[in-house]
C-alpha cells in the first residue's frame, strides 16, 4: 500500500453483512465473506472489471454494487454451474451461490434433513460423532469429557 492514503478510503467496507477490511487486495478483502473463496472473489472481479491489485478501501460505491449484484446472480453473468457451491439444491432444484447467513441456514436445513430421514450421516451428527469414515476408537476424544475416575 502507498504511503499517501487516497481521500476517499474506507478502512472497513460493509457487504453482505460482513466487515471486510480495506487494506488488504480485494480479492482477498471477499474470502472474509462465508461462502466466497479465492477463485469465486477473482472470477466475479474479472466480470465486473475490476483490477485485481485493487485494494479494497479504493473501491466506489458503484463497484461494490456491481460486485454484490454479480455475487447474487452469478449465472446471469455466465459464471459456470460447476463453480457454484450449491448445486441443485434438495427444495427447489436451483443451483446458486450461498453466501453470508445464508449459507448457515442451508447447513443447518441439510443437517435437520438428515437427522429427519434417519440417515447414518444424520444420526453421527446428532450423536457427535465423525460423518466421514475416520477411525474413532482411538482419536478425536479431545472435544469430550472422557477419562477414568478416580476410585475413592
Not at 451461490?97 to 444424520?122: C, F, P, S, T, Y
Given at each position: ?38 477463485r469465486y ?86 450423536w457427535g ?24
Amino acid at each position: 500500500m502507498s504511503l499517501v492514503v487516497p481521500p476517499n478510503f474506507q478502512h472497513i467496507l460493509r457487504v453482505l453483512n460482513t466487515n471486510i477490511e480495506g487494506k488488504t487486495n480485494v480479492m482477498f478483502a471477499l474470502t472474509s465473506i462465508k461462502g466466497i473463496g479465492r477463485r469465486y472473489g477473482n472470477i466475479v472481479l474479472k466480470k465486473a472489471d475490476i483490477p485485481l491489485s485493487k485494494r479494497a478501501g479504493e473501491l466506489t460505491e458503484e463497484e461494490v454494487e456491481k460486485i454484490i449484484t454479480i455475487m447474487q446472480n452469478p449465472r446471469q453473468y455466465k459464471i459456470p454451474d460447476w463453480f457454484l457451491n450449491r448445486q441443485r439444491d434438495h427444495k427447489d432444484g436451483k443451483t446458486n451461490q450461498v453466501m453470508a447467513n445464508i449459507l448457515d441456514n442451508k447447513i443447518r436445513e441439510d443437517l435437520e434433513r438428515l437427522k429427519k430421514i434417519r440417515a447414518h450421516r444424520g444420526l453421527r451428527h446428532y450423536w457427535g460423532l465423525r460423518t466421514r469414515g475416520q477411525h474413532t476408537k482411538t482419536t478425536g476424544h479431545k472435544g469430550k469429557t472422557v477419562g477414568v475416575s478416580k476410585k475413592k
